[in-house]
T-cell receptor, first 115, second 111 residues
Framework: EAEVAQSPRYKITEKSQAVAFWCDPISGHATLYWYRQILGQGPELLVQFQDESVVDDSQLPKDRFSAERLKGVDSTLKIQPAELGDSAMYLC?????????????FGPGTRLTVT | AQSVTQLDSQVPVFEEAPVELRCNYSSSVSVYLFWYVQYPNQGLQLLLKYLSGSTLVESINGFEAEFNKSQTSFHLRKPSVHISDTAEYFCAVSIDYKLSFGAGTTVTVRA
């Protein structure tokens, strides 16, 4: 069964360092999402792509976070510089298309710890 | 604005007992509602969804949820749980193709 792949699964970094996460969606899925899940809270949407275009990045802290999906397939989320408050699980999801009827499939996530 | 409130953060339950997870939402427009499940060390999986039509929706593994517009609720139920149902459950609402999640309910099933 096709799955959303994410790497690394775990990342420990020091405050002020740069960190990057990678996501490979299910083949053929046009829509890709990045979520942040702080411990004890539900996932919060950071950015949403349709193919290589950003559909929504209103919740992305653009002073330190960036996301790209250059060829409309895999995606990278970067944080520079990392802050203590960035410690969280970062989840990637993909769906066939944009719309309520299209299920979002989630990857296993990258757990980030900033020290 | 929209928000989702899951009223119970933790629900311990004995095997074969019933369970209900409560979810309330606030929205000024029509919504689509979802329940996701997250097993330990795994990503979220869609459990069931309400888009339109019958207000009672069911999953393949015995869960059901009922959309109640007047009470703005979408509670999840299972009449008899198994050890394997131990997981975190998230209620979510979708407007304009964006999902907003509740804080989650951790269900621990004991033998």
């Amino acid at each position: 069964e096709a799955e959303v792949a994410q790497s690394p699964r775990y990342k420990i970094t020091e405050k002020s360092q740069a960190v990057a996460f990678w996501c490979d969606p299910i083949s053929g899925h046009a829509t890709l999402y990045w979520y942040r899940q702080i411990l004890g809270q539900g996932p919060e949407l950071l950015v949403q792509f349709q193919d290589e275009s950003v559909v929504d990045d209103s919740q992305l802290p653009k002073d330190r976070f960036s996301a790209e999906r250059l060829k409309g397939v895999d995606s990278t989320l970067k944080i520079q510089p990392a802050e203590l408050g960035d410690s969280a699980m970062y989840l990637c999801a993909s769906s066939l298309e944009l719309g309520q009827n299209y299920e979002q499939y989630f990857g296993p996530g990258t757990r980030l710890t900033v020290t | 604005a929209q928000s989702v409130t899951q009223l119970d953060s933790q629900v311990p339950v004995f095997e074969e007992a019933p369970v209900e997870l409560r979810c309330n939402y606030s929205s000024s427009v029509s919504v689509y509602l979802f329940w996701y499940v997250q097993y330990p060390n795994q990503g979220l999986q869609l459990l069931l969804k309400y888009l339109s039509g019958s207000t009672l929706v069911e999953s393949i593994n015995g869960f059901e949820a009922e959309f109640n517009k007047s009470q703005t609720s979408f509670h999840l139920r299972k009449p008899s749980v198994h050890i394997s149902d131990t997981a975190e459950y998230f209620c979510a609402v979708s407007i304009d193709y964006k999902l907003s999640f509740g804080a989650g309910t951790t269900v621990t099933v004991r033998a």
